[in-house]
């Protein structure tokens, strides 16, 4: 197996995409994940610059757009989105879900059942334009927890919608992560190599914040990678972290960015070479 790397824009804060797109090839990868506020700009940078220069942006540099990330607009306002991602060949759009949350049991399936069945419109509009909606198991949400992911996929049974699973969100359980991989199978779109290490919402020492990185936490990657592997994982792995404030790089300049990205992606190609 080999890992196919995506980069996120927004670990680069707010820097202007034409500091961030050279980065693109530098990390490892040759596709980008574009953000909007509050974790970064670029989104709002493309809509200043416009499509045409941004495409020109991405040719000068040999770099393809892979996913826009809009946890702003939410499942049920993508279309237009989605006509932006095609237009430039990408292929997934990243948001969280909508619905209750805390709950459990039949009360979480009978929900996630309902917010499957509100999603078959979106779901159909991202086929007609090629691309998928990748739901994030995000923290206090509807769909978190291994049963509500694996439910939402048997509910919609579609190749235009699958989960973007965040480890992070996730019990610090190796085996637990691995065996979710394996049962999301096909349905899983995205795969974040981003652990909780101590956490992204209060401001830490530099070195403790990095822990949500791979190789830097105490989450072992190997059973992951090994479960990824096993179901024949052929989507993006996204090497990723949030920094406390939001909208600010990870490391000061793009340059220290993408060395501490070349880092965490080399630990993940060394595991991936010992399976």
């Known amino acids: 197996m080999k890992l196919q790397y995506i980069l996120a824009s927004s670990l680069y804060g707010t820097l202007p995409l034409s500091e961030i797109i050279p980065e693109v090839k530098r990390a ?21 610059m416009g ?24 499942p049920f306002e993508l279309q237009q989105e989605m006509a932006f991602v095609s237009s430039h060949k990408g292929s997934l759009l990243v948001c969280g879900s909508k619905g209750s949350k805390d709950l459990q049991g039949d009360e979480l399936r009978a929900a996630v059942a309902d917010f499957a ?55 610090d359980d190796s085996t637990l992560v691995a065996r979710l991989i394996e049962e999301l199978g096909p349905g899983l779109a995205l795969f974040y190599g981003w652990q909780h290490g101590m956490g992204c919402h209060e401001k830490l020492p530099k070195e403790q914040e990095l822990m949500q ?17 096993k179901i024949d994982y052929r989507g993006w792995t996204e090497i990723f972290m949030h920094p406390v404030p939001r909208g600010i790089p990870i490391l000061e300049t793009a340059g220290q960015v993408t060395a501490e990205l070349e880092r965490a992606r080399v630990y993940l190609d060394d595991l991936v070479q010992d399976l």
């Not at 045409?52 to 540099?61: G, H, I, K, P, V």
């Not at 048997?154 to 699973?165: K, M, N, V, W, Y």
């Not at 990185?213 to 592997?229: I, Y």
């Open 28 to 48: 490892g990868s040759s596709h980008i994940d574009i953000w909007p506020r509050v974790h970064g700009d670029q989104r709002e940078q493309i809509e200043a």
């Open 51 to 74: 499509n045409d220069a941004f495409a020109a942006l991405l040719e000068a540099n040999d770099v393809q757009l892979g996913i826009s990330t809009r946890f702003d607009l939410g």
């Open 117 to 171: 069945e509100a999603l078959r419109p979106h779901i159909d509009a991202a086929g007609e334009h090629g691309v998928t909606i990748a739901i994030e198991n995000h923290g206090n949400a509807l769909i978190e927890t291994p049963d509500s992911m694996k439910w939402l996929i048997e509910f919609t049974r579609s190749p235009h919608l699958g989960i973007a699973l965040a480890p992070y969100h996730l019990p």
């Open 213 to 229: 990185l791979p190789g830097r936490g105490t989450l072992d990657f190997r059973p992951l990678l090994a479960a990824l592997e």
